[in-house]
């Protein structure tokens, strides 16, 4: 079955660092997605991104975050300086049009 | 602004009973809605999904149910095992392949 493999599993960082968070979605799905989950907290959208532009963002992504798709296989997820507020699992999907969402194992990412 | 909420939030049962866990959300025009398995640290697996035109979709021991009109979503499972403890979580698609918003997830514990 098709996978969104996310990479690295574990990340940890120097507060005001910047990160790249790393996605393979399924190959021919065309909408793709960030989520956080604070430990303990709900899962939480970040961004959908769809035709090479940002289709929607919650107020979380502000202008510290930014997406890209630098190549027909990966998306990536930026975080310029990192803050202690940072640290969650960050979930990346992707899905077809009307078939539901596929979800990769996550990056924990630990800002110190 | 939709909201998900599941109850109860953590459930205990011993192995063979079979149980309901419950989503209710307050936008009634959700385009599908999708459950979720989540283990401790681990990602997001896709178990049902749930589309606007449907009442219910099964899976093995799985069923899932979606009254839109009540904003209610329930999942079934039969004959619990052990190998069932997980959070479950419930998220409603708003629509146009946008985002999806999370329940705050039930706590599953099945016992010997």
């Given at each position: 079955e098709p996978e969104v493999t996310q990479t690295p599993s574990h990340q940890v960082t120097q507060m005001g660092q910047e990160v790249i968070l790393r996605c393979v979605p399924i190959s021919n799905h065309l909408y793709f997605y960030w989520y956080r989950q604070i430990l303990g907290q709900k899962v939480e959208f970040l961004v959908s991104f769809y035709n090479n532009e940002i289709s929607e963002k919650s107020e979380i992504f502000d202008d510290q975050f930014s997406v890209e798709r630098p190549d027909g296989s990966n998306f990536t997820l930026k975080i310029r300086s990192t803050k202690l507020e940072d640290s969650a699992m960050y979930f990346c999907a992707s899905s077809e049009w009307g078939f539901g969402y596929t979800f990769g194992s996550g990056t924990r990412l630990t800002v110190v | 602004k939709q909201e998900v909420t599941q109850i109860p939030a953590a459930l205990s049962v011993p192995e063979g009973e079979n149980l309901v866990l419950n989503c209710s959300f307050t936008?009634?025009?959700?385009y599908n809605l999708q459950w979720f398995r989540q283990d401790p640290g681990k990602g997001l697996t896709s178990l049902l999904l749930i589309q606007s035109s449907q009442r219910e979709q099964t899976s093995g021991r799985l069923n899932a149910s979606l009254d839109k009109s009540s904003g209610r979503s329930t999942l079934y499972i039969a004959a619990s095992q052990p190998g069932d403890s997980a959070t479950y979580l419930c998220a409603a698609d708003t629509g146009t392949a946008s985002k999806l918003t999370f329940g705050t997830g039930t706590r599953l514990q099945v016992t010997l």
């Open positions: - | 936008d009634s025009a959700i």
